[in-house]
Each structure stands twice: as C-alpha cells, then as structure tokens.
C-alpha cells in the first residue's frame, strides 16, 4: 500500500472522479440506449439500474465488470446525494483501479462492437 496519505482534499477529489467514471459510462449507455436503440428510458427511481440491465441485454456490457458496474452504480448515488461526506481513502486507493479497469474494458467493448464510434474520434 502507499505509505503516502491523501489529504482531505484529495480523498474529495478522488471520490468525484471514481463517481464521474461510472457518470461517463452511463452517459454512454444512455446514448445507446435512448438514441441509437431508440428506446425510451422511465426515469424513476430504479432508472439508473434498469439502465444496466437494459444495456446487459443489448450486450453492451462486456462480461467480468458487472459486479464492479454495480458497485460504481450504488457508489454514485452516495456520492451525487451527499452521503459520501466522510469517504475512506483505504476504500478509495482499493476501489479507483477497479473502476479504472472496468471503464478501460468497457471503452473497448463498445469499439470492438462499433468500430465506427472511434472514427470520430480520429483514431
């Protein structure tokens, strides 16, 4: 483990971006799903799961990240409403490469699938 500790400041910082990794997938999905699928999404309280399990059924998820997916998902909630006050740099430095590898696994599923998509972006 790093002997070095991350400040208040940094713990704050981290849990933003562990929040906003799962906030770009989910946009994604969201332009999947609602854009290119055409297909309505209810926006209710079990939206952003129903919106995992719509995009799992597309296969728009690539197999092994589901569980960190969710747990980025639940992770999300806290930190959008605030309950995340107190964020635990332990749990913090333990979760962020997960989210960095699931988001990396995902990235490359969707281009593997539609490789149109890195067209755009010049690649």
Avoid at 4 to 21: K, P, S
Avoid at 84 to 106: C, G, H, K, M, W
């Amino acid at each position: 483990m790093n002997k070095t500790h991350w400040n208040r400041l940094e713990i704050t910082a981290m849990g933003a971006f562990l929040a906003d990794i799962y906030k770009g997938i989910e946009s994604v999905l969201r332009l999947f799903i609602e854009k290119i699928f055409g297909e309505s999404m209810e926006k209710n309280d079990a939206w952003h799961k129903n919106l995992l399990a719509r995009a799992r059924e597309r296969a728009l998820i690539p197999e092994g990240i589901d569980k960190t997916l969710d747990g980025m998902r639940r992770y999300r909630h806290l930190q959008v409403h605030g309950y995340s006050i107190d964020l635990d740099e332990t749990q913090l430095r333990s979760n962020v490469p997960d989210a960095i590898s699931a988001y990396r696994a995902f990235v490359d599923h969707i281009l593997e699938r539609y490789p149109e998509m890195a067209e755009s972006q010049g690649e």
